[in-house]
């Protein structure tokens, strides 16, 4: 089909089509954002229902995230990230709450922590900043 309009071509079709699949999941539901200038990498969640989501060898420059989990039990918002290859200096982990919800307590990797909170029109947004490896952090709501 090289014939065809460059836009009709069915190698910018599937192109298409496999953006039109990643950006709702990495970057909505997984929440990946990445800020690779200055070295940083935010992950904040938001679950579309109570099922779990996960994300593997996600590419960021020259490296890949490993992993990106989330899930919720009951009232505790879990993301797991480790950072793999990529080449990051700090990352900041959360989860994307409903809106109304009030939070109880923050944990990274089983210890409590500072946390920060922010209305979006996702919903509240907590988060707390660690560095490159592998974190769970736990976010529980009233």
């Known amino acids: 089909n090289v014939e065809r309009c460059t836009r009709c ?4 079709m599937q192109a298409w089509n496999q953006y039109g699949t ?4 990495v970057h909505q539901q997984l929440g990946v954002r990445p800020d690779l200038g200055r070295g940083d990498l935010t992950v904040v969640p938001q679950l579309p ?3 779990p989501i996960a994300g593997s060898n996600i590419r960021l420059g020259d490296g890949a995230v490993k992993l990106v989990q989330a899930s919720r039990s009951g009232n505790a918002y879990s993301t797991t990230v480790d950072t793999g290859s990529a080449e990051l200096d700090s990352v900041v982990l959360g989860h994307t709450l409903p809106r109304t919800a009030k939070v109880e307590s923050v944990t990274l990797d089983g210890r409590k922590v500072g946390w920060q909170q922010r209305d979006t029109n996702r919903g ?6 660690t560095g490159p490896g592998r974190h769970t952090v736990v976010v529980t709501a009233r």
Do not use: A, F, G, Q
């Open 9 to 12: 071509r069915s190698m910018v």
């Open 22 to 25: 990643m950006w709702p999941v």
């Open 49 to 51: 229902s109570s099922s």
């Open 124 to 129: 509240l947004e907590i988060t707390t900043r």
